[in-house]
């Protein structure tokens, strides 16, 4: 996937105007390298303090006020009366807010302070009434900024605002007439921000008619060169899935669509008759987005949480079974290559009565893992979200493959919580997986957009 743009935060530092304010300014400066070395971008105003006329506090508004950021970080170098805060973030309530209390440091025998925590201290439940949506964090004393639970909302925010624009390509609606797949487009506009956008198979189609022999014989090749085959595919399987993949890249880039779903067993498979497992392969290849089968809207929301919130390409997995400490979770078809474990391996193979498609049997990394899945009941929405320990798996088929039958791509998962809790909670076949415990920034991102986190 593409490096995500950097949080943008606005910073406005404070201290009391009968603070020396050479002392407040170091505390200031000092504070933005600091969030500048964790990789946030900051657009800066001089410090404020408390003048009577208020002038220090207009003047941080107009510098910041037609400036674009995703948070706001309210910087307490000292104290502060509280009225001159909210002169400034008045301005900016309708912005995440990170409340960050500094401390003093050591001079010899003695601690010096500027009594930071009196001032975050007198802030915080002022800024629960009146609803700012904000997080609070202090430096302990004497002790280094908690640049992780910054760093996570900072990214949690930035995730909010990329949010607000997202385009969700769905090819079909509702596959196999499932309901765990469908969603309300009012409540998912007002609450998170995608927009999902439905277009017919047809429409493919018909572009798939229009992709030229000589482009599809140029990627034909790159594509029995690139991946590793099991056996010899037939020639048509390679084409077909040459030739979806150019219409599917087409429709997204001239949507600007973000995460892609799709009618895959009641429209791909059925009335194309072969697997579009090969054209995912190669879409993940070819173009930065977020897929997932079966016109899972919930699903396609949820990897874009993840991925704007990791980077990372947000795989879906499947539930097979479970397990007394997890589960045994796969894919019936394609995965991302950023999730393999070496190369890609592809096996020419078919299910059912579905023609010959190039199923994806690679190997999938391992290691330390956070799996989650969006949900919701009228307009209340909630994410199912668990930490766990990605393993090789054991030796299993899915029934009704033809012979040889594959090893699906999939991990056994060794969950950190409790199995049984899990279970009562499921909230799906189909879970989205990041590498690494992303489990703080996804709360974080829940907390400002009011979902709850259910574990």
Not at 111 to 136: C, H, W
Not at 350 to 366: H, P, Y
Request: hydrophobic residues 40%; charged residues 25%.
């Amino acid at each position: 996937m593409k490096k995500l743009r950097p949080a943008k935060a606005g910073f406005v530092c404070f201290g009391e105007i009968n603070t020396p304010k050479d002392i407040i300014k170091k505390k200031c400066v000092d504070a933005k390298s600091i969030l500048k070395t964790a990789g946030i971008e900051v657009i800066a105003t001089t410090p404020v303090c408390d003048d009577s006329s208020g002038a220090e506090a207009a003047r941080a508004v107009q510098e910041l006020k037609n400036k674009e950021f995703d948070l706001l970080i309210v910087c307490i170098a000292g104290w502060i009366p509280s009225w001159a805060v909210f002169e400034v973030i008045e301005h900016f309530k309708h912005l995440p807010m990170l409340l960050w209390g500094l401390t003093g440091w050591q001079r010899g025998d003695c601690f010096v302070t500027t009594a930071d925590q009196a001032g975050t201290s007198a802030l915080r439940k002022p800024m629960i009434d009146m609803g700012y949506n904000f997080k609070y964090v202090v430096n302990f004393l004497g002790q280094e900024a908690p640049l992780d639970e910054i760093v996570s909302f900072a990214e949690a925010a930035r995730t909010v605002k990329m949010l607000k624009t997202a385009k969700i390509g769905m090819m079909g609606y509702r596959d196999m007439r499932l309901y765990g797949t469908l969603y309300d487009g009012v409540s998912l506009k007002g609450k998170i921000g995608p927009e999902i956008e439905h277009f017919e198979m047809l429409e493919i189609e018909q572009m798939m008619r229009d992709v030229s022999d000589a482009e599809i014989d140029i990627l034909s090749k790159e594509v029995l060169m690139k991946w590793q085959f099991t056996k010899d595919p037939q020639p048509q399987t390679v084409s077909q899935t040459v030739r979806l993949f150019l219409a599917l890249k087409k429709k997204i880039e001239e949507r600007g669509y973000l995460a892609f779903s799709f009618v895959d067993v009641d429209g791909i498979k059925k009335l194309m008759q072969f697997a579009p497992a090969g054209a995912l392969t190669l879409l993940h290849e070819k173009m930065d987005i977020c897929t997932i089968p079966e016109n899972d809207s919930m699903g396609a929301v949820t990897q874009l949480m993840t991925h704007f919130l990791t980077g990372q390409v947000a795989a879906y997995l499947e539930i097979y079974e479970f397990m007394e400490n997890g589960a045994l979770m796969g894919v019936p078809d394609y995965v991302p290559g950023e999730i393999v474990d070496g190369n890609i391996k592809i096996m020419p193979n078919a299910f059912g009565e579905f023609g010959e498609g190039l199923l994806n049997v690679s190997t999938l990394k391992t290691g330390k893992v956070t799996i989650a899945r969006l949900t919701y009941t009228g307009d209340k929405y909630s994410i199912h979200l668990i930490t766990g320990t990605a393993k090789p798996p054991r030796k299993w088929e899915e029934v009704g493959w033809a012979p040889p039958v594959p090893q699906l791509p999939s991990l056994e998962i060794e969950f950190d919580g409790n199995t049984g809790n899990f279970i009562q909670n499921v909230m799906g076949q189909h879970y989205i997986i990041s590498y690494g415990d992303n489990r703080k920034k996804m709360e974080d991102l829940c907390n400002l957009l009011g979902i709850e986190v259910i574990s």
